[in-house]
């Protein structure tokens, strides 16, 4: 049985999340799910979830929810996440995240809600479409909090476009702690250093994301074919000049390379670009690392998804850790607030 050992009870209570909106990119991998596998679930108590909850912020299809959700699990653990050490699960298994997001609703402002620059930036964009936009966008936040809190979480490993909703979590924590008693641990961010920003191939001055139906030419997906990764590392779009230096503002497509090709390689992408004398070389070489990278998780994911028994048990063993974790928080926080005996 999975559950049977204690999980690492020395270190940090760890949380992270990622959303099963579109297929995880070498953005997730090298930002975010590497970080995971080589330092957070080894220094401490960490959980790892598939956040499907927040997927239905946006239009959705079930049946391709279902399936990102069921992908995106396998890839945690053909990256190297190992249930052994840490706890992988998807967050609708675990009743007490919509539980406990009703009452960071109650103590949330709907002004602090409506500031966070992601709910803006996505309610323009629908706007300018014409499209509607779901209250649990809004809402967003608050299950975001509720995820987090709900563990005593100590650190929150996530991209800097995420630090906002970090913030908020804080806030939210220290205004219940005070109106209601002790209830929930202040957690706070931490950062990865390397790559922080993988952004899109095509269009380098905005983030690899994942979102959306149509599969992007200028984003590199983890289970992308080595031949296709070639391709689109290959046509990245570069910027004036011919020589290859390392200038993030004025060269944002030749840095994005050398950010790239230094995370492959846990190099330094300054460094890297004196070893360069033309765009094609260095867009060969950052080919091939990110291939070589990935390789790895795709053969594992491609195991892992003819054993499909065996991811199973694995998410249905986390979220029973998982609830046992939360239940007891979740239910002080009910009590506090005057509910439940
Ligand atoms: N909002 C995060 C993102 O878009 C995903 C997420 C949801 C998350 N709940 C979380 C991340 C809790 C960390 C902790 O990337």
Not at 95 to 115: K, N, P, V
Request: charged residues 25%.
């Amino acid at each position: 049985m999975l559950g049977s050992r204690a999980l690492g009870a020395a270190g940090p209570r760890v949380f992270s999340g990622v959303q099963p909106t579109g297929h995880l990119t070498l953005g997730n991998y090298l930002g975010a799910m590497r970080r995971w596998v080589e330092v957070d679930q080894r220094r401490g108590d960490a959980l790892f979830c598939v956040v499907d909850l927040h997927a239905l912020t946006v239009e959705h299809d079930p049946g391709r929810v279902r399936r990102l959700t069921r992908q995106a699990a396998t890839l945690l653990l053909a990256a190297g996440l190992e249930p052994e050490r840490c706890t992988v699960f998807v967050q609708s298994h675990v009743d007490e995240h919509a539980r406990l997001s009703y009452l960071m609703e109650c103590t949330a402002s709907d002004g602090e809600m409506r500031r966070m620059v992601q709910y803006k930036e996505k309610v323009a964009q629908r706007a300018a479409r014409g499209e509607s936009v779901r209250l649990s966008l809004l809402t967003y936040p608050a299950l975001m909090a509720a995820d987090i809190l709900a563990y005593g979480t100590q650190e929150v490993p996530v991209g800097a476009d995420q630090a906002q909703h970090v913030e908020l979590t804080r806030d939210l924590a220290v205004r219940f702690n005070q109106r209601y008693g002790e209830t929930f641990v202040v957690p706070r961010a931490t950062h990865p250093k390397v790559a922080e920003r993988v952004m899109d191939l095509q269009e380098p001055t905005s983030k690899m994301g994942k979102s959306g139906q149509e599969r992007k030419t200028g984003v590199v997906y983890v289970l992308d074919e080595a031949e296709v990764v070639r391709k689109k590392v290959m046509r990245a779009v570069t910027d004036g000049g011919s020589d290859v230096a390392y200038e993030p503002e004025e060269r944002p497509g030749v840095a994005n390379l050398l950010n790239v090709l230094a995370a492959c390689t846990e190099g330094d992408p300054r460094e890297l670009a004196g070893a360069y004398g033309s765009y094609g070389s260095l867009k060969k070489d950052t080919a091939d690392a990110v291939v070589e990278v990935l390789r790895p998780v795709r053969e594992r994911h491609a195991a892992l998804a003819a054993d499909a028994g065996y991811v199973d048990s694995v998410l249905r063993d986390g979220a029973e850790r998982a609830r046992a974790m939360a239940r007891p928080r979740v239910d002080a926080a009910y009590r506090a607030v005057g509910l439940l005996a």
